[in-house]
């Protein structure tokens, strides 16, 4: 086999009359709320009284009541169809901060500790946009070498976070009572910025303590009145162990109620205690339930509790309709007690009237309780069905900031769907997760699901319609196609019933192969697969290129800039020369990739400032990412490929070369390029 190496200069580029553009004008709201994105864990879609445990009281079954979370319902939206990146904590909550999909992000399937890496995440971004930022909570992504906020590589300071309070390490998040030995986790460490604290804490619980520092911060931010702030609050309940509350709720909530931050040693909040993990909330300690279901549905009922407190909080601070808040959780319910006996979520359906839980990619284990509220911005009790996921806050959050959110993410706003201007958006779905375990055999599940094998598992939504595979042994696996908005229950496999399907079923094969980049710490079945082709008409020879004002420190979603767009027109080949006179400016080129033989292609990119490379919608090189390569390959299948290059530039003598190489066995001349 012969290796030809050639430039993009002599590659062919193809821009196609047909081509689909992005023509809505960057828009925001009229001033930058603050934003607090609360995150809980394991909280199942089944877990909220709107979304299924009210049924259950109708129905005269076991249930638990979630009151304040109810009432945000009501005067918010609820998006009913809102997907994590991948049904583990880990992997979501970094696709969550990078605003990528799993197939894109350097965490995935179980890596808990391993790094963010250094790139424009959801904080850093908003910081840019001029906020105070904040993490109160659990992190889990500061790396796996070192043992301080010194030496942890992603210590939540070093990634956009002005001030953290919480978990470092993912195992802590086990222990809710961090002063403490509990059953059989040990006593662990908690940060507040780079001070380790535990020792202060004795008979504080997570939740509370949590609160109480997210509250605590609140009101400073909105007394000096400096900036916008953003919170991510992401608590670590109800995920095992199952411990609850040391003392009852206090009254009331807000700045004279609620839980308080005291800051003293032994009494750092108000509902500290000499005795810990024996508070059941009164509604259900005298139930008739078995013990780890009481505790349970305490510490949902807990977390309600704290929903309510902060509400009251940006009521009292007058600055409630200057706040939009976010509240979801970060996968499907766990069936985990941690030393506290027997525990699964069929008792009070966790799960809904969906198949799955945590791990698991059918519906149960990725629909998580979603809902957002902003009085006065965002009209109240409505409900949408259009599926989003986790990635799409980054570009929300940068919208309603008013800043363009950086190239990389593939996510898209949902401020369109949320300011009731739209019901739909253009965004993806997709999924992938890894792990050697099995579907629980509950009888709510349907039986073709109980005790499935999950192995490597796949979801991607298109058309309408879920494709879902699990335990994937190659590419040519078949999905499992489903209505989800008919048939939440995934009980109809649609992928043989017709001929759209047939053809819907190559086209999900597709789709995700032309979506999505191998990484060497999770290899997949499907890493090494040629990516399909497109088929064009009315194509010209040429590559379409559109300049923009720079306005951000990272590579900007163009999309998003039309208001900032200084030329277009089209070249024969890449000459950034001729197009960037000035500093601070944005160069977008689109057009297709002439592959001439199937096989593997390797591309190398090299530029005075940031570049990122995608093709089809596969980030293939990233240059913000410091720590990924600047050379890449790709398994192309002979034909037209879209491209897209990105090139950033800040002062200086522009420069940007694409290199390629590629088996053939034909010598490629030059073309003469045009459009």
Not at 161 to 167: A, E, K, L, P, V
Not at 176 to 189: C, G, I, L, N, T
Not at 503 to 524: F, G, I, N, Y
Request: net charge neutral.
């Amino acid at each position: 086999m012969k290796y030809l190496f050639f430039t993009v200069l002599t590659c062919l580029f193809i821009g196609c009359k047909e081509e689909k553009q992005v023509s809505e004008n960057f828009s925001k709201p009229d001033s930058k709320p603050n934003i607090i994105f609360i995150l809980t864990d394991d909280l199942g879609y089944g877990d909220i009284g709107v979304l299924f445990q009210n049924q259950r009281k109708k129905e005269g079954k076991p249930h638990f009541k979630t009151p304040f979370i109810d009432e945000m319902a009501n005067s918010g939206i609820t998006l009913a169809r809102h997907y994590v990146p991948a049904p583990v904590c880990a992997p979501s909550r970094a696709s969550l901060l990078y605003g990528v999909h799993q197939g894109h992000s350097n965490i995935r399937n179980n890596q808990f500790d391993k790094a963010l890496s250094d790139v424009p995440n959801m904080a850093s971004m908003l910081k840019e946009a001029g906020y105070a930022t904040a993490l109160v909570g659990k992190w889990g992504l500061q790396g796996l070498t070192g043992n301080s906020p010194d030496t942890w590589k992603a210590f939540p300071t070093k990634r956009g976070f002005d001030y953290f309070f919480g978990y470092v390490r993912h195992v802590d998040g086990h222990n809710h009572y961090p002063a403490h030995k509990a059953h059989d986790r040990p006593k662990v460490e908690l940060y507040e910025n780079n001070d380790e604290i535990s020792g202060k804490l004795e008979g504080c619980y997570t939740t509370d303590l949590f609160t109480a520092a997210a509250k605590h911060w609140i009101y400073n931010q909105a007394k000096s009145k400096d900036k916008p702030f953003f919170l991510e609050l992401a608590f670590d309940t109800p995920h095992a162990g199952l411990q609850i509350a040391p003392s009852p709720y206090p009254e009331g909530g807000g700045i004279n109620g609620g839980i308080q931050w005291k800051g003293t040693p032994g009494r750092f909040i108000n509902t500290a205690d000499t005795t810990i993990d024996d508070y059941y909330h009164p509604d259900y300690a005298k139930k008739d339930w078995p013990d780890p279901q009481k505790r349970f549905a305490s510490m949902v009922r807990r977390i309600d509790n704290a929903i309510g407190d902060i509400r009251q909080l940006l009521k009292d601070l007058s600055i409630d309709r200057e706040t939009l808040i976010v509240f979801t959780s970060d996968n499907g319910p766990h069936n985990e007690s941690y030393g506290y006996g027997k525990y699964d979520p069929t008792f009070f359906d966790s799960f809904a009237n969906l198949d799955g839980i945590k791990r698991d990619t059918w519906e149960g284990g990725i629909r998580v309780p979603t809902f957002v509220s902003w009085p006065g911005h965002i009209p109240d009790g409505i409900k949408n069905n259009q599926p989003s996921a986790f990635y799409d806050w980054m570009p929300t959050f940068a919208e309603i900031a008013g800043i363009a959110p950086p190239a990389r993410t593939d996510g898209v706003s949902l401020w369109p769907i949320l300011n009731g201007e739209k019901e739909t958006n253009d965004g993806m779905v997709y999924i992938e997760y890894s792990q050697n375990g099995k579907t629980p055999e509950y009888s709510e599940f349907e039986k073709q699901h109980q005790g499935a094998k999950r192995g490597e598992m796949q979801v991607v939504y298109l058309e309408g319609h879920k494709g879902i595979r699990q335990n994937i042994q190659s590419q040519d696996d078949d999905f499992q196609i489903y209505n989800i908005q008919e048939d939440a229950e995934e009980t109809k496999d649609l992928a043989s019933s017709s001929p759209y399907f047939e053809a819907l079923q190559t086209r999900m094969k597709s789709k995700v192969l032309q979506s999505r980049r191998p990484d060497h710490e999770a290899k997949r079945p499907y890493d090494g697969i040629i990516v399909p082709s497109v088929k064009l008409k009315n194509i010209q020879k040429g590559i379409q290129y559109t300049s923009y004002k720079k306005t951000t420190s990272w590579i900007p979603d163009v999309r998003v800039i039309k208001n900032q767009q200084l030329a277009n027109g089209v070249q024969k080949a890449l000459n950034i020369t001729n197009i960037v006179k000035g500093d601070s400016m944005v160069v977008s080129y689109k057009g297709y990739l002439h592959a001439p033989t199937s096989g593997e292609y390797t591309f190398s990119l090299q530029a005075d400032s940031n570049s990122i490379l995608r093709i089809h919608n596969a980030k293939v090189i990233d240059m913000e990412d410091r720590e990924a390569p600047l050379e890449a390959k790709i398994m192309l299948e002979k034909g037209y490929h879209p491209l897209n290059l990105i090139y950033a530039h800040n002062k200086g003598e522009p420069s940007l070369s694409l290199k390629s190489k590629g088996p053939n066995d034909i010598v490629f001349k030059e073309m003469d390029f045009s459009y």
